[in-house]
């Protein structure tokens, strides 16, 4: 689609209309033989792998970062004040 929306902007300047863009592409993708789009989808299949890995190593990273955090109260700083004050007074 990237590539098509270049072609289709230096074609037709004029046209603001995403809608418009998005339609062209898709009747323009339905009317490519397999072979044009095999770089296409190479491309994505690529991408869709560096994604995968890239989610992988955040999660872990996530995890690892909750794993090192104690654990935190439910409740907010200002009513852990209020109730250490409540307790003091008492």
Do not use: C, I, T
Not at 6 to 25: L, M, Q, R, Y
Not at 49 to 62: G, Q
């Amino acid at each position: 689609m990237e590539d098509f929306r270049k072609s289709f902007k230096e074609n037709f300047p004029d046209n603001k209309s995403v809608a418009v863009v998005g339609k062209a592409g898709g009747e323009k993708w339905k009317a490519m033989s397999e072979s044009e789009k095999a770089p296409y989808v190479a491309k994505a299949v690529k991408k869709k792998a560096e994604y995968v890995k890239a989610k992988e190593e955040f999660d872990r990273k996530l995890l690892s970062d909750v794993a090192e955090k104690p654990e935190e109260s439910e409740k907010s700083s200002s009513e852990v004040h209020d109730v250490a004050e409540q307790e003091a007074s008492s």
